[in-house]
């Protein structure tokens, strides 16, 4: 347990994991994209994104006897359902949501869309969002817990079908995170240098890290703040406007280094085919070309304007909810019913605080913090240091096994 030199994931990977919820030399079929993908740069064109959306899923669904959805309510699955209805209108189609206890409930307006296309609904509910940790990062091999709620989704997706239709992507691509980027524009000028974009960066992702971050590791990490910017500056250092920067770097952050290789894992494992068409090469490039003002509109904080031009065509925007969630789980309800105590269980005893990875002096000084605070960035930053935990337990002290529930 001296060192972790020898095993797959080396320290500065699990500080990466642990400051940006992501490694940058993760495996993934995603290639990494560079800032000359997104010229030259050219007008919207909803009829071809349309005609590209149509080609991928003829291809991909072709043969399939059967279909399910992930359906929060968004605007990227509900368009993909509009397209796949149209083109296979008697395909038979499930459309797939998963709930969380204290978190917002996406069901109503997924199931109003559901009927809207007159499709079958399956609302899966979990009741414990952490009791099934170790068989995820089991499957994983990573220390990530924020993937659960895909997990659950993809393992209740079997009994339906061994296809999986989501819009993956679309977010990245078309500019979908508007709660961040108005905070970063206006914490950045025409002057700004490319250091000082990658703070307001940070800034924007601040459930990723804490303000104390560095004081959170042992003696045995080396933990740097140079190497974070260092992953991060290329993605601000050239000729594109500052929010296509913004989108560069998000697409080869947590997309291409988290979410797409981990989703792919639970595809793999419970042998589901996923279909993603926004994740096509042809829709790839030409959603980066697009002007970033016709992806986002900054005056009313709205994004993915070619999408929603196209789901115009195909339902009522009655039925969208105001702010999409997309099966997120509320960790802050989460700590106060049961996360609390399963993190004060493993991390007040934790093999990698023993072992000198992580500083038991900062868990104890912020556990009061998270918990009489409710500070949602330490309460975040406790349930990575499980998912790491359950990890080191699963694969270094080989003292658990993934088929434990916490």
């Known amino acids: 347990m001296d060192s972790l030199k020898n095993k797959n994931l080396p320290f500065d990977k699990i500080s990466n994991i642990l400051t940006l919820r992501y ?17 030259p740069k050219k007008t919207a064109n909803s009829i071809l994104i349309k005609n590209l959306l149509q080609k991928s899923l003829k291809k991909n669904l072709i043969s399939k006897s059967n279909l399910s959805v992930a359906l929060s309510g968004g605007v990227d699955s509900t ?3 509009s397209l796949t209805k149209e083109i296979f209108p008697d395909l038979p189609i499930t459309a797939i949501t998963i709930t969380f206890p204290y978190s917002e409930d996406e069901s109503k307006s997924a199931s109003n869309i559901a009927q809207n296309f007159d499709i079958n609904h399956k609302i899966i509910h979990v009741d414990n969002f952490l009791k099934e940790l170790p068989a995820a990062i089991g499957i994983l091999k990573e220390p990530y817990y924020d993937v659960m709620n895909w997990y659950y989704l993809v393992k ?8 999986l239709l989501t819009g993956d992507g679309a977010d990245e691509i078309f500019g979908g ?12 000028n025409d002057n700004s240098s490319p250091i000082e974009k990658v703070k307001a960066y940070l800034q924007c992702h601040e459930r990723d890290w804490v303000p104390d971050q560095e004081n959170l590791f042992g003696n045995k990490s080396k933990f740097s703040w140079n190497q974070i910017n260092d992953i991060l500056k290329p993605f601000f250092d050239n000729s594109l406007s500052s929010l296509d920067q913004l989108f560069l770097a998000d697409f080869n952050g947590k997309l291409k280094n988290n979410f797409i290789p981990n989703y792919e894992k639970f595809y793999n494992f419970f042998k589901i085919s996923s279909i993603s068409p926004f994740l096509e090469d042809s829709i790839i490039e030409e959603g980066l070309r697009i002007s970033p003002e016709e992806k986002y509109d900054s005056s009313k904080n709205i994004g993915k304007l070619p999408l929603r031009k196209l789901i115009s065509e195909h339902v009522s925007s009655l039925l969208f909810p105001k702010l999409k969630q997309g099966f997120a789980v509320n960790t802050s309800s989460l700590w106060d ?6 993190c004060k269980q493993y ?10 990875w992580i500083s038991n002096e900062w868990i104890q000084k912020n556990f009061q913090k998270a918990d009489s605070d409710k500070n949602i960035r330490y309460i975040n ?26």
């Open 79 to 81: 368009l993909l359902l």
């Open 381 to 406: 930053k406790f349930f990575s240091l499980l998912g790491y935990e359950v990890w080191y337990r699963l694969f270094i002290t080989k003292e658990m096994s993934s088929s434990e529930t916490l």
């Open 177 to 188: 995170y508007t709660f961040r980027y108005s905070k970063f524009l206006n914490s950045i």
């Open 23 to 39: 490694n940058p030399n993760n495996q993934s079929n995603l290639k990494k994209i560079n800032w000359k993908d997104y010229l």
């Open 337 to 342: 019913s049961y996360g609390k105590e399963i």
């Open 156 to 163: 209740n997706s079997k009994s339906i079908s061994n296809s």
């Open 347 to 356: 991390l007040f005893d934790a093999r990698i605080v023993k072992d000198g």
